[in-house]
């Protein structure tokens, strides 16, 4: 039975003990079916996340009060659009948990509608808005759905181009770490000829660097290996790029963390993401790290050249 969302939001609040625990850290997990919400459901909880999926948005408060009493300090519910009634909900729930203290973010998964109609294929189960219509048509309804939570959403990753492992790697740099103070970066390579990537929150061009793949020697090789690296970081302009950008986080790193932004997706391109982008984000991270800043590199276009 659904509690209305006023009088379900109060339990919150309503008399706590002196002693108990503080309220919990809230993640929703939510976005396109088909994006991998329930493999990222799994990735939280082998990281010690208490998980609950399916759950109507209006017992969120009960759930939260229940994790509370059960020392519970890390809490992730995943939700779908199974229910229009339901989901429309959540906006108004969300806004009154925080106004009651809780610590709540959301984690949008998206993907491209290619990559949701492959998986949907394979997997032989319709979208839950398809009904009798197309896979196309479903997956245009629910991003008309979906589109004023995922521009307000606090974490978008982009599964378009992850398989699991990645995407496991990826939950577990953003929610691995009960320190959610300070923002963490995640530094991605990427190739142009593959697309941007649409969870990042900055890119960034290394083409102007001459492109190992023309050396022969070279071409075989990746961004990772010392030959590359060393060529692409000896190039005119690589250090200063580098440095320029180590100052660009030094600004916006305390900015983001001041609005309570906890993760960060720095994203640098070339042609295939093979060479210079995975060689200078590598560099990059390293230097981050040496600054003391939380920082994983994901490559995501590497070995699709």
């Known amino acids: 039975m659904s509690i209305p969302a006023e009088s379900a939001v109060q339990t919150v609040a309503a008399g706590r003990p002196h002693g108990l625990p503080a309220l919990p850290r809230l993640v929703v997990i939510t976005g396109m079916s088909g994006a991998g919400r329930r493999s990222t459901a799994h990735a ?27 020392g519970q300090d890390r809490l992730a519910v995943g939700l779908d659009v199974r229910s229009r009634e339901l989901f429309d909900q959540l906006p108004l729930i969300l806004a009154q948990l925080e106004a009651q203290g809780v610590r ?33 048509q479903a997956i245009a309804k629910e991003r008309r759905m979906m589109r004023d939570l995922r521009a ?41 000829k593959n697309g941007l990537p649409v969870d990042a929150d900055m890119v960034f061009d290394v083409r102007f660097l001459p492109n190992p793949h023309w050396v022969p020697n070279l071409r075989p090789q990746t961004g990772l290996s010392t030959e590359v690296s060393d060529y692409v970081l000896r190039q005119p302009g690589a250090q200063e790029f580098l440095a320029k950008l180590t100052e660009l986080i030094d600004i916006i790193g305390p900015g983001y963390a001041r609005e309570g932004k906890r993760q960060a997706t720095l994203a640098i391109g070339c042609t295939g993401g093979k060479h210079r982008s995975t060689a200078i984000s590598e560099a990059f991270a390293a230097r981050l790290r040496a600054r003391g800043i939380q920082v994983s590199v994901l490559h995501r276009d590497l070995g699709r050249e």
């Open 104 to 136: 709540r973010e959301v984690c949008f998964l998206e993907a491209s509608d290619e990559a949701i109609v492959r998986r949907q294929e394979s997997s032989r189960r319709s979208l839950p808005l398809q009904g009798g219509g197309s896979i196309i």
């Open 44 to 70: 939280m909880e082998d990281l010690g996340w208490f998980v609950v999926d399916n759950l109507p948005p209006s017992l969120l408060p009960q759930l939260i009060e229940t994790a509370r009493r059960a």
């Open 152 to 192: 307000t959403a606090d974490v978008v990753i982009d599964t378009s181009n992850l398989n699991v492992h990645q995407l496991k790697a990826r939950v577990g740099h953003i929610y691995g770490s009960r320190d959610d103070q300070a923002t963490r970066f995640q530094v991605m390579s990427f190739g142009f």
